[in-house]
Every structure is written in C-alpha cells, then in structure tokens.
C-alpha cells in the first residue's frame, strides 16, 4: 500500500504501517484492562490523546466524572506557565479594529515605500500569523480543557474561513479567539451569530460588499463606493454548511432570497483608522444604504423589510431548524464516533439539539453517554488527521515546545496547514480524506524528525528558526537514515520510548511493542508514532 522508501530502518516502519494489531498491550487483570481501554478511547476522541500522567488521573476520577469536568471547562484553570506564555503574545490582544487598522496601514506602507513597505506587511502578517498559530498549539498541546480545544478545532473548521484572503492574513487569530472559542461548548445560535457578524467571515464570503440591486452605497463606512451587486455566497454556505446541509430541503431560490435578507451586513474598515478603532469597537456595521427593502420569500416565510432584523430572525429560524439540528448531529456524530455513524445516534443527538435550543454541551453529552459511542468495536476506528496526529504526539511525548514555527511548517507538510483550507467547507475528518501512500509517507517522516530530535523545537520562535523547518525535516528524515539522531543547537532531546509506551498504555498493540523492543534504539519511538496503532484513534 505505501512505496518503498530506500533505507532499511524507513522500511522497518512502514511494516510496522502495514501490520495487524492486536488489543491489549501486556498482561493485566481483565477489568483494569477494560476499564483502561475505555479510558484511553475517551482521551482519544474528546482529548487529543493522553499525556503523561492522564491515564492515572483517569483511573482515580473515573471516565464519567472526566467527561462530565471537560463539558465545563471553566473548572479547569489553565496552568500558570501556559497562561503568561499565551499572555506574552501581543498580537492575539489586538481587537479587529487595531488589527485591520494595522493591515492597511501596512498596505499603505507597501504602496508608498516599494520593497521596504512590502517588508513591513510581510513582517506584520507573519507575526501575526505565528503568534496566532502558537495560541492555538499550546492550548490544544497543554491546556488541560482538552474538549474545549477539540471543539475549537470542530467548529473553526464547520465555520471555516482561509487565512491566505486579503485582511483575513491577520484576522483568522482574532475570529478564532472571539468568535469560535467563547461559544465552543455554549449554544448553537450565539456561535452562529458570532461566525455571521465577525469581519474575517463576512470578509471571506464577499457579504461585506453584497448590495441590492441599483443601490448605489456610498463613502461612509470606508467599503469600497461602486455598487457592487448582490453576492450570494454567505447565504449559499451559511444553508449547505453551517445550518442546514445540502440536503436541507432548500432551493436556489432560497438561496437568493436570504442573500437579499443579509444585505447591508457589513463591516466598516475606515473605523479601524481613528481612536474608535483602537478602542477596540466592533467592525459589524448594518449599512441601510445596501439593504434590499423588498419583500423577501425564503423557506416559505414572506419576510417584510425590518432592517438588520430581517438577518436576526433569519439566523433564529436557521439554528431551531430540524435540517440543521440533524445536520449538526451527523457532523458530531461523525467526528466523535465514526465515519459513518448509525442513523439511531444521530436521531438521539438531533432530538437533544432541537430540545435544548442548541446547547452544545448537552448536544455532547447525549453523545458521549451513548452506548454507540461507548462501543469497542468503534475504538481506533478513526483516523487522525494530520493535525491530531501532530499534537497527539506531542501530547504523547510530554515534549515542551519552545519554538511552533517547526510545527507550523510540518503540517503544512503533511497537507493540512493551520487556518489553510481554502474552501468554505473546511478540512475534512475521515479516513478517506487522509489515508494514502504519500500521506502515510509523510506521516513516517514526521515521525522520525520529532521522535529522533530533529525537529529544532527547543528554541523560540524570536530567534529566528525558519518556519518551513518542520516541512524541510518530514520531507528530507527519510532521505537521511542514521544511527544516532542528527541535531541542532536548538533541537530537543529525543523522544524516550519506555515513558511514550507507558502514557499510551493499551492503545499500543502486544504485536506493536514487539517490534518495537526488536528495533534499534534510536528508532523505537519512531516505530510507536509511525504505528497505525498511533495513526487511529
């Protein structure tokens, strides 16, 4: 299934990728090993795997009392060093208005000064860029809210907008930390209307512009002055992707018709400039000026002029909608339990959404009581993606990260950069997806350059380690076989296997460990992380 790689010890892993595996991990009494299968199933799936010490603390909690403190993360203070270190990240303090503000003012700056300027707007979006990405690795590598993390990464993605666009380069952060991550376990309307309002979404989806027709909008809000027409493209996505789903029962007439109810949402950038945006003042703007006043027919309601009302009520009928609440179920469904997950759990789940008016806490909690989720025949039934794989790795390997630029790059070299999916439907999450000969190539790459210490972690970001170095070490671990690990002044120590094996406990198969205890040493801890044992969860 995977192409031959040239040297022996790559090929030594992808044998392992291509074996069988059995359940348990070395004799223990018949319970514990029950009850640690199930424990380590439900650290797979609402963390991202365990880390040190967390199969212990499972073990004396218990898996409900676990699930139960992760549904409400407020319980769960972040640990002091991850707190300043999130802290001393200037960038992820800015508003929308300090951000855009700088933005322009950089393009500005590219447009007067020639190379120096294009420099400087290179330079903001890169800061910008990288202390954004940083926030999100180490809370989903060291937060103790695992599940609050996972959900960040469910919905950033079901709300999907790209960082390559214009002025989302330096708002991605920002909409992830103000509009998704407050409403991650909240109630499915305020995320909705969060996603709606915030400058990247109705930047990347155009309804900043979208006019009705023969209005003419003027200078005031900073927009650009032509009219520029109605644009359907939020109204399309908020239907097929955020709400109801593509077989929601809606038509293209519908999907006109809501277009014109979100006319006139927009935002003003001009804002950004002046003391209001430093302030800190929200960018949304309703602009009458580009509102359709008609009468609307969507979803067989006639819907008479009312101003920005119009798009309220109309988020209101989207999020208490039957369509939604079974489309939301299934991607839930989906992503926790398996690819294909049973109609049954996907009703309970529906019911439970449209009974709690969108709480999305007890949408989950439905979901992680039920017995299809609580089924061993669903363990490791999931593939990772590139970016479980990733920081369950780190996670696994309790390894401290001083430096994310290498992280950033390696999963932009296993096909899923960070806030990098173009398209409005987001990365998705199945086997399908990912599981191929050249990604699983990749995946063992990966795995040798972190395992064996080559990845330069070890070192902050401000002294200048490239950011492509993670894509550069997958791409090239395999070409450089070696005995010894090959290291840098600011690399890591490598990944000690006997303490990866004890915090992945069952998850590791006997056949596994096997091969592993056979290998040479400096390949052991490659052989766990290349496993497809590690690979599935």
Same mark, same amino acid.
């Given at each position: 299934?995977?192409?031959?790689?040239?040297?022996?010890?790559?090929?030594?892993?992808?044998?392992?990728?291509?074996?069988?595996?059995?359940?348990?991990?070395?004799?223990?009494?018949?319970?514990?090993?029950?009850?640690?299968?199930?424990?380590?199933?439900?650290?797979?799936?609402?963390?991202?795997?365990?880390?040190?010490?967390?199969?212990?603390?499972?073990?004396? &909690?218990?898996?409900?009392?676990?699930?139960?403190?992760?549904?409400?993360?407020?319980?769960?203070?972040?640990?002091?060093?991850?707190?300043?270190?999130?802290?001393?990240?200037?960038?992820?303090?800015?508003?929308?208005?300090?951000?855009?503000?700088?933005?322009?003012?950089?393009?500005?700056?590219?447009?007067?000064?020639?190379?120096?300027?294009?420099?400087?707007?290179?330079?903001?979006?890169?800061?910008?860029?990288?202390?954004?990405?940083?926030?999100?690795?180490?809370?989903?590598?060291?937060?103790?809210? *695992?599940?609050?993390?996972?959900?960040?990464?469910?919905?950033?993605?079901?709300?999907?907008?790209?960082?390559?666009?214009?002025?989302?380069?330096?708002?991605?952060?920002?909409?992830?930390?103000? +509009?998704?991550?407050?409403?991650?376990?909240?109630?499915?309307?305020?995320?909705?209307?969060?996603? +709606?309002?915030?400058? +990247?979404?109705?930047?990347?989806?155009?309804?900043?512009?979208?006019?009705?027709?023969?209005?003419?909008?003027?200078?005031?809000?900073?927009?650009?002055?032509?009219?520029?027409?109605?644009?359907?493209?939020?109204?399309?996505?908020?239907?097929?992707?955020?709400?109801?789903?593509?077989?929601?029962?809606?038509?293209?007439?519908?999907?006109?018709?809501?277009? @014109?109810?979100?006319?006139?949402?927009?935002?003003?950038?001009?804002?950004?400039?002046?003391?209001?945006?430093?302030?800190?003042?929200?960018?949304?703007?309703?602009?009458?000026? @580009?509102?359709? *006043?008609?009468?609307?027919?969507?979803?067989?309601?006639?819907?008479?002029?009312?101003? *920005?009302?119009?798009?309220?009520?109309?988020?209101?009928?989207?999020?208490?909608?039957?369509?939604?609440?079974?489309?939301?179920?299934?991607?839930?469904?989906?992503?926790?339990?398996?690819?294909?997950?049973?109609?049954?759990?996907?009703?309970?789940?529906?019911?439970?959404?449209?009974?709690?008016?969108?709480?999305?806490?007890?949408?989950?909690?439905?979901?992680?009581?039920?017995?299809?989720?609580?089924?061993?025949?669903?363990?490791?039934?999931?593939?990772?993606?590139?970016?479980?794989?990733?920081?369950?790795?780190?996670?696994?390997?309790?390894?401290?990260?001083?430096?994310?630029?290498?992280?950033?790059?390696?999963?932009?070299?296993?096909?899923?950069?960070?806030?990098?999916?173009?398209?409005?439907?987001?990365?998705?999450?199945?086997?399908?997806?990912?599981?191929?000969?050249?990604?699983?190539?990749?995946?063992?790459?990966?795995?040798?350059?972190?395992?064996?210490?080559?990845?330069?972690?070890? @070192?902050?970001?401000?002294?200048?380690?490239?950011?492509?170095?993670?894509?550069?070490? &997958?791409?090239?671990?395999?070409?450089?076989?070696?005995?010894?690990?090959?290291?840098?002044?600011?690399?890591?120590?490598?990944?000690?296997?006997?303490?990866?094996?004890?915090?992945?406990?069952?998850? &590791?198969?006997?056949?596994?460990?096997?091969?592993?205890?056979?290998?040479?040493?400096?390949?052991?801890?490659?052989?766990?992380?290349?496993?497809?044992?590690?690979?599935?969860?």
């Amino acid at each position: 299934m995977i192409r031959a790689l040239r040297f022996g010890w790559v090929s030594c892993l992808v044998l392992v990728a291509g074996a069988t595996w059995a359940a348990t991990a070395g004799p223990q009494p018949a319970a514990r090993a029950a009850d640690d299968a199930q424990a380590l199933h439900v650290l797979n799936r609402i963390a991202y795997g365990p880390a040190p010490g967390d199969l212990q603390r499972m073990r004396q &909690i218990g898996i409900d009392a676990y699930i139960d403190e992760q549904l409400y993360p407020q319980r769960l203070p972040l640990p002091a060093a991850l707190a300043a270190r999130l802290g001393d990240l200037p960038t992820t303090r800015l508003s929308t208005g300090e951000l855009v503000a700088r933005f322009r003012a950089a393009g500005v700056a590219a447009q007067r000064d020639g190379e120096a300027g294009k420099a400087e707007r290179r330079d903001l979006v890169r800061q910008v860029s990288l202390e954004a990405g940083e926030a999100r690795l180490l809370r989903a590598v060291e937060s103790p809210q *695992q599940l609050n993390e996972v959900m960040v990464d469910f919905w950033f993605n079901h709300f999907n907008v790209f960082s390559g666009k214009g002025m989302d380069r330096v708002l991605v952060g920002n909409y992830e930390q103000d +509009a998704i991550r407050p409403h991650a376990l909240g109630n499915f309307r305020d995320l909705l209307g969060a996603t +709606a309002k915030h400058p +990247a979404m109705l930047f990347y989806l155009d309804n900043w512009l979208s006019t009705a027709p023969g209005q003419q909008p003027g200078r005031g809000n900073g927009a650009k002055a032509k009219a520029d027409g109605l644009n359907e493209n939020y109204a399309r996505e908020l239907m097929e992707l955020h709400t109801l789903g593509a077989d929601g029962g809606y038509s293209q007439r519908d999907v006109t018709e809501l277009a @014109r109810i979100f006319t006139g949402w927009t935002m003003r950038p001009g804002l950004a400039a002046g003391a209001a945006g430093a302030a800190g003042a929200s960018l949304f703007q309703f602009d009458q000026r @580009r509102h359709d *006043q008609g009468e609307k027919l969507w979803l067989g309601h006639r819907v008479a002029a009312r101003g *920005q009302a119009e798009g309220e009520w109309a988020l209101d009928r989207l999020a208490e909608h039957p369509a939604t609440a079974r489309h939301i179920a299934f991607r839930l469904a989906q992503y926790f339990v398996t690819d294909e997950p049973p109609t049954a759990l996907v009703d309970r789940v529906a019911e439970r959404f449209t009974s709690s008016r969108g709480d999305i806490a007890a949408v989950l909690k439905t979901l992680f009581d039920s017995a299809e989720f609580r089924d061993p025949a669903v363990r490791s039934a999931k593939f990772k993606t590139p970016y479980r794989y990733l920081v369950s790795s780190l996670r696994a390997a309790g390894q401290p990260v001083g430096n994310v630029q290498p992280l950033l790059g390696s999963l932009a070299g296993l096909g899923m950069p960070l806030y990098g999916c173009q398209t409005p439907d987001g990365y998705q999450t199945t086997e399908r997806a990912w599981l191929n000969p050249d990604a699983m190539t990749r995946r063992i790459g990966f795995a040798i350059a972190f395992s064996t210490g080559r990845l330069p972690l070890g @070192r902050a970001a401000a002294d200048g380690v490239a950011g492509d170095t993670g894509r550069q070490m &997958i791409e090239a671990a395999a070409d450089r076989p070696a005995e010894t690990p090959i290291r840098a002044a600011s690399s890591v120590p490598p990944v000690e296997v006997d303490g990866l094996l004890a915090t992945l406990g069952a998850s &590791i198969s006997s056949r596994t460990r096997t091969t592993v205890a056979a290998a040479e040493p400096p390949l052991r801890a490659a052989l766990v992380i290349g496993s497809p044992d590690f690979m599935r969860h």
